[in-house]
């Protein structure tokens, strides 16, 4: 949708824009807290975009309360802007999700969302996301996005 370009920014350059946490997420895989992390029971409507490079993940319109204490949504709203990779950290197999461009850590991607919606719930650490408000899309440079939000 967006001809935006988005480039990950240097590990140098993320050290000093992002939280501890932030940059511990996104940059060396870690998990935030369970129901102690700021959008998991956000329920306003707008984008999430990674916190690194602003390319947007998903939408407010895809978010569901999953019962897991992070954000959990149905599909991304660019599928080029995320990719999967598998990832065998813990003992187990799992997909782990990336953001494109940005090459930052969001989550892990599972089998058990809304059949309904197509079975997947991506599960994305809050600390790898910053939320565009929907009346705040098209002065953050998100304009194209602004169609969705008025059906």
């Known amino acids: 949708m967006s001809k935006k370009i988005y480039i990950k920014k240097s590990r140098e350059q993320l050290k000093k824009e992002l939280t501890q946490d932030q940059f511990e997420v996104t940059q060396e895989n870690a998990t935030e807290r369970s129901f102690g992390n700021e959008f998991w029971d956000n329920k306003e409507a707008g984008l999430y975009v990674d916190i690194n490079s602003g390319e947007p993940l998903f939408t407010s319109l895809n978010k569901f309360d999953s ?6 949504f149905t ?3 660019e599928d080029e802007n995320v990719k999967e990779n598998k990832d065998m950290t813990l003992g187990t197999t799992r997909t782990e999700v990336r953001s494109k461009h940005g090459d930052s850590h969001l989550g892990h991607v599972f089998n058990d969302g809304p059949r309904s919606e197509g079975g997947l719930r991506y599960c994305i650490n809050s600390a790898a ?3 565009i408000p ?15 939000f008025k059906k």
């Open 134 to 148: 929907a009346n705040k899309l098209e002065s953050e440079g998100y304009q194209d996005y602004l169609e969705i």
């Open 129 to 131: 996301l910053k939320f």
């Open 67 to 72: 019962g897991c204490g992070w954000p959990s």
């Open 75 to 77: 599909k991304p709203v």
